[in-house]
């Protein structure tokens, strides 16, 4: 079976961090109906999301999730036909990190301190990979 493996980034609209808990009862609701798996990880007004699934299913959700005006400047990172699934036991994995959570992590705090998109997250899509698959774990 054909599988994709979407990584994006993007900034939370306002400061509203009481629709984290909204958003991610949708997600798991429509991701458990679609097939799809990933993790979303948050901090400080930024969001790091892996989607995996058939292809069709991950554009159509990512396409939705696009639109959706509680979050902007929607970078994406990663787009990859993968053999199997990373994160195969979460529907959406939910994780929002403290500063204490990145203390064993110094590397990755540069990705949340600026805007994700400003800093060589881009550039390296692996980086972003990565700090999804620590996160799924502690
Ligand atoms: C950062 C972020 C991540 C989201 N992740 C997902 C997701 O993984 N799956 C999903 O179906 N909707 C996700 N959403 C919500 C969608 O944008 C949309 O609101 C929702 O799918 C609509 O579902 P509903 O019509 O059942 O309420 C996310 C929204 C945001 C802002």
């Known amino acids: 079976m054909s599988l994709l493996q979407l990584i994006y980034a ?7 961090e009481s629709e984290l808990s909204t958003i991610l009862s949708a997600s798991v609701r429509n991701n458990e109906k679609n097939g799809i798996t990933g993790m979303l990880v948050y901090k ?3 969001f790091l999301q ?7 299913n991950v554009l159509e959700t ?3 999730i696009g639109k959706d ?3 902007q400047s929607i970078v994406l990172l990663l787009k990859d036909a993968i053999e199997s699934r990373d994160f195969k036991d979460w529907s959406m994995g939910f994780k929002k990190l ?14 949340f301190n600026t805007t994700l998109k400003d800093v ?3 550039a390296r899509p ?3 990979l990565e700090i999804l698959k620590v996160f799924s774990t502690h």
């Open 62 to 64: 990512y396409g939705r």
């Open 10 to 16: 993007s900034d939370l609209s306002g400061s509203n």
């Open 98 to 111: 403290l500063d204490s959570d990145l203390e064993n992590f110094p590397k990755y705090v540069k990705y």
């Open 50 to 56: 892996v989607l995996e699934g058939k292809k069709e």
């Open 69 to 71: 005006p509680r979050h």
């Open 44 to 46: 400080n007004g930024r």
């Open 120 to 122: 060589d997250i881009a």
């Open 126 to 128: 692996s980086i972003a």
